[in-house]
């Protein structure tokens, strides 16, 4: 039996709610979808390609009698979007967001809202370098795994509910709590973000002195981390800001090994190198093994999926 709900309100019409527009409406998902963006021009899309059912200048009007609202905009922007529908949300409705980082959107959003409401924080770990209203696709979250981390008061249906309904998007759904989950994606996701967005930076001082040669001969490295880093900036600004304990203590322990590795190459330590190559390389393996990616070459040119 197909688990839908009659009317779900997106807020935020970007690559996450998009995506999540098309896979309910693949799946016969909601009755309804109602949506809310901050400009003019993100509403104007969205009702221009029929993303949503209607389209909202505010996300208190969105959310009226909703059954699910989602929060999907940037992380930095969830308490005040939290305290503007509060007052219109409907005595049992469902509150989520997709918020790539955990604790700090709990600590926004959850004093906002009203008893009888039920809030179940979520991330869905997919995604592309792409953003606004026309970036989202159905197939976005097919086999990728969505987080939830719900409080120690969740109500276990509200819950059950909403698991069913990230499943039938093609999800594979894991309870976590927040702190726990915040520490994974610094590991998986944060810190790799980090660590692109300095190297393409690096690379891009040195093309002042090169010329155009880092981009003409690019190796599949680097074009993996320009994919990267060309990632929302509004939204990693936000995922740094909010999760800024556990990224600089993984910082710390990438420092740590990077210190290790150039001194093994300062000092020719090429067993050092060799079995700190093979170390990661069977995590790569591992990775393919649980089916999170494809052992096809790619070289970063291909349709990034699955991050987060
Ligand atoms: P996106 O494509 O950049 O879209 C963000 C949306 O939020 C836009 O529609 C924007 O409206 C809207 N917005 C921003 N501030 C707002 C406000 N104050 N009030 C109302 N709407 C507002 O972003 P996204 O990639 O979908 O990311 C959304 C959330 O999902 C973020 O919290 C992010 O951490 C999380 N997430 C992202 C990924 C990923 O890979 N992209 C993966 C997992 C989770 P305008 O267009 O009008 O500015």
């Given at each position: 039996?197909?688990?839908?709900?009659?009317?779900?309100?997106?807020?935020?019409?970007?690559?996450?709610?998009?995506?999540m527009?098309?896979?309910?409406?693949?799946?016969?998902?909601?009755?309804?979808?109602?949506g809310h963006?901050?400009?003019a021009?993100?509403?104007?899309?969205?009702?221009?390609?029929?993303?949503?059912d209607?389209?909202?200048d505010?996300?208190?009007?969105?959310?009226?009698?909703a059954?699910?609202?989602?929060?999907a905009?940037?992380?930095?922007?969830?308490?005040e979007?939290?305290?503007?529908i509060?007052?219109?949300l409907?005595a049992?409705?469902t509150?989520?967001?997709?918020g790539?980082?955990k604790?700090?959107?709990i600590?926004?959003?959850?004093?906002?809202?009203?008893?009888?409401v039920?809030?179940?924080?979520?991330?869905?770990?997919?995604?592309?370098?792409?953003?606004?209203?026309?970036s989202?696709?159905?197939?976005?979250?097919q086999?990728?795994w969505?987080?939830l981390?719900p409080l120690?008061q969740a109500?276990?249906?509200?819950v059950?509910?909403?698991?069913?309904f990230?499943?039938?998007?093609?999800?594979?759904?894991?309870?976590?709590?927040?702190?726990?989950?915040?520490?994974?994606?610094?590991?998986?996701s944060?810190?790799?973000?980090?660590?692109?967005?300095?190297m393409?930076g690096?690379?891009?001082d040195?093309?002042?002195v090169?010329?155009?040669e880092v981009?003409?001969?690019?190796?599949?490295?680097?074009?993996?981390?320009?994919?990267?880093?060309?990632?929302?900036?509004?939204?990693?600004?936000?995922?740094?800001l909010?999760?800024?304990d556990?990224?600089?203590?993984?910082?710390?322990?990438?420092?740590e090994e990077?210190?290790?590795?150039?001194r093994?190459?300062?000092?020719?330590?090429g067993?050092?190198?060799f079995?700190?190559?093979?170390?990661?390389?069977?995590?790569?393996?591992?990775?393919?093994?649980?089916?999170?990616?494809?052992?096809?070459p790619?070289?970063g040119?291909?349709?990034?999926?699955?991050?987060?």
């Amino acid at each position: 039996m197909t688990v839908r709900y009659e009317k779900v309100a997106l807020i935020g019409l970007g690559l996450i709610a998009s995506s999540m527009a098309h896979a309910m409406r693949a799946g016969g998902l909601a009755t309804t979808i109602a949506g809310h963006a901050k400009t003019a021009d993100t509403r104007a899309t969205a009702l221009e390609i029929g993303l949503c059912d209607t389209v909202h200048d505010t996300a208190a009007e969105a959310v009226r009698d909703a059954d699910l609202v989602v929060l999907a905009v940037p992380v930095g922007a969830m308490g005040e979007i939290a305290a503007e529908i509060a007052p219109h949300l409907r005595a049992g409705a469902t509150v989520t967001d997709v918020g790539s980082v955990k604790q700090a959107v709990i600590d926004a959003v959850a004093p906002h809202l009203p008893a009888g409401v039920h809030f179940i924080p979520g991330h869905p770990i997919a995604g592309t370098e792409y953003s606004g209203p026309r970036s989202g696709f159905a197939t976005l979250f097919q086999n990728r795994w969505w987080l939830l981390t719900p409080l120690a008061q969740a109500d276990l249906a509200a819950v059950a509910k909403l698991r069913a309904f990230l499943e039938q998007m093609g999800a594979k759904v894991d309870e976590m709590d927040a702190p726990h989950h915040d520490l994974v994606l610094a590991v998986t996701s944060h810190t790799p973000h980090l660590i692109a967005y300095t190297m393409v930076g690096v690379a891009d001082d040195l093309r002042r002195v090169t010329d155009s040669e880092v981009i003409k001969y690019s190796a599949a490295g680097f074009r993996d981390f320009t994919r990267i880093a060309a990632s929302d900036p509004t939204m990693w600004r936000d995922v740094f800001l909010t999760n800024k304990d556990a990224t600089l203590e993984i910082l710390g322990r990438f420092t740590e090994e990077l210190f290790a590795l150039q001194r093994a190459i300062r000092t020719g330590d090429g067993q050092h190198l060799f079995d700190y190559f093979t170390r990661t390389r069977a995590i790569r393996r591992g990775i393919i093994e649980a089916g999170q990616d494809t052992s096809a070459p790619d070289f970063g040119r291909g349709k990034a999926e699955g991050r987060a």
